[in-house]
């Protein structure tokens, strides 16, 4: 038997978010630059500081719909309600681009709730895989547990949103395809009932 497993949600949104998702792409394309203090191999971002918030500032409607309809599936997976959570806020969010040859480093994205990704264009057989680390720093260094697998991966889709605890380590593998993928990333803070 398996305990305290972590759980991490894949929805496949509908037409109308990736149709919006490529306008709001397409509306911000020249403006990705790379964070000053990363490698010269990490993606690029839609905005390096991660202050802002291109869903609100855009008025996404579809993928914040989207969004809405996934973290409710994922709280009533976890075992909550509105007895327990009382709305949420999307708090930060940016596109990434990512080309040949580039990655995102392990990391994770600290006291947020829930962070997420929706793959906006992405090739699943040269786009990398996102990966998540086991939170058990003892599953890395323990002789016991060296034979059990300590990293997941799931494809980029296109199309597909992923949602995850925000302090999961994830990161992605190594892009080798001749287009860019395009992302949209985002964290959100629940509002949790006392």
Sequence with gaps: MEIFSDIIHGIKCDDDTLVEAKQL???????????????????????HTFQSNIIQQNDCSKIAGSISNGLFEYLKML??????VNGFSITESWLTH???GESA???NHGNID????????SNAETDGDLYFMAPESVRYCHKLYRMID?????PSEEGTMILFPGWLNHGTRMHT?????????????????S
């Design 177 to 193: 395809g001749n287009t860019p993928r395009i992302s949209l990333s985002f964290n959100i803070s629940l509002n949790y009932v």
């Design 79 to 84: 075992g909550h309600s509105p007895s327990t």
């Design 150 to 154: 300590n990293q997941m991966s799931f």
């Design 114 to 121: 829930v962070a997420g990704v929706y793959y906006i264009q």
């Design 98 to 100: 990512t080309i040949n």
């Design 25 to 47: 792409y397409s509306k911000h394309k020249d403006a990705f630059e790379k964070h000053p203090g990363w490698e010269k191999d990490n993606h690029s971002l839609s905005d």
């Design 105 to 107: 480093r392990q990391h």
